[in-house]
């Protein structure tokens, strides 16, 4: 009776063992060589996603300096997942308080704000989520910008 009570305990302890995941947070971080960003460049994140019938949070990110003008940045977003299923919003991120300071976590003269794009997002097969990332910003040239990030974070249902 204790072997029979030792190989259901293991058994069921290598279902759950299987069943929880410990996938972790993957990020696609973009760099910008001048520290601008081209009204005109679609910035494209090539996300892998190995494990179907999942759900994750994606989050944008933004790396800005005193350099960055504005009070926030227009963005338009279009995402694709691996079964075709298309998203499109537009977001507006606030990076500047109404006394013109960076907000976010700050560090030095830089400063990093992030905004969830998509909570909860549930892809049914695995493959490449794509997101394109356009700055809505109505000069040519935005200056400050020192990187952008795309999140994946699995959902935790």
């Given at each position: 009776?204790?072997?029979?009570?030792?190989?259901?305990?293991l058994?069921f302890?290598?279902?759950?063992?299987?069943t929880?995941?410990?996938?972790?947070?993957?990020?696609?971080?973009y760099?910008?060589?001048?520290?601008?960003?081209n009204?005109?460049?679609?910035?494209?994140?090539?996300v892998?996603?190995?494990?179907?019938?999942?759900a994750?949070?994606?989050?944008?990110?933004?790396?800005?300096?005193?350099q960055?003008?504005f009070d926030?940045?227009?963005?338009?977003?279009?995402?694709?997942?691996?079964?075709?299923?298309?998203?499109?919003k537009?977001?507006?991120l606030?990076?500047r308080?109404?006394?013109?300071?960076?907000?976010g976590?700050?560090?030095?003269?830089?400063?990093?704000?992030?905004?969830?794009?998509?909570?909860d997002?549930?892809?049914?097969?695995?493959?490449t989520?794509l997101?394109?990332?356009?700055?809505l910003?109505?000069?040519?040239?935005?200056r400050g910008?020192i990187g952008?990030?795309v999140?994946?974070?699995?959902?935790?249902q």
């Open positions: 009776m204790k072997i029979f009570r030792h190989i259901v305990t058994v302890l290598a279902v759950f063992l299987c929880c995941s410990s996938e972790k947070p993957y990020k696609i971080y760099p910008f060589k001048n520290q601008s960003w009204r005109f460049n679609i910035l494209r994140f090539e892998p996603i190995h494990q179907d019938k999942k994750y949070d994606i989050y944008f990110s933004l790396h800005v300096n005193q960055f003008e926030d940045l227009n963005f338009n977003v279009v995402m694709s997942t691996p079964s075709g299923e298309e998203r499109i537009k977001y507006k606030k990076l308080s109404q006394s013109g300071t960076l907000l976590q700050c560090q030095g003269d830089s400063c990093s704000n992030q905004i969830l794009l998509k909570k997002l549930f892809i049914s097969s695995a493959g989520l997101v394109e990332i356009e700055n910003t109505p000069r040519v040239e935005t910008v952008v990030a999140l994946l974070i699995p959902s935790k």
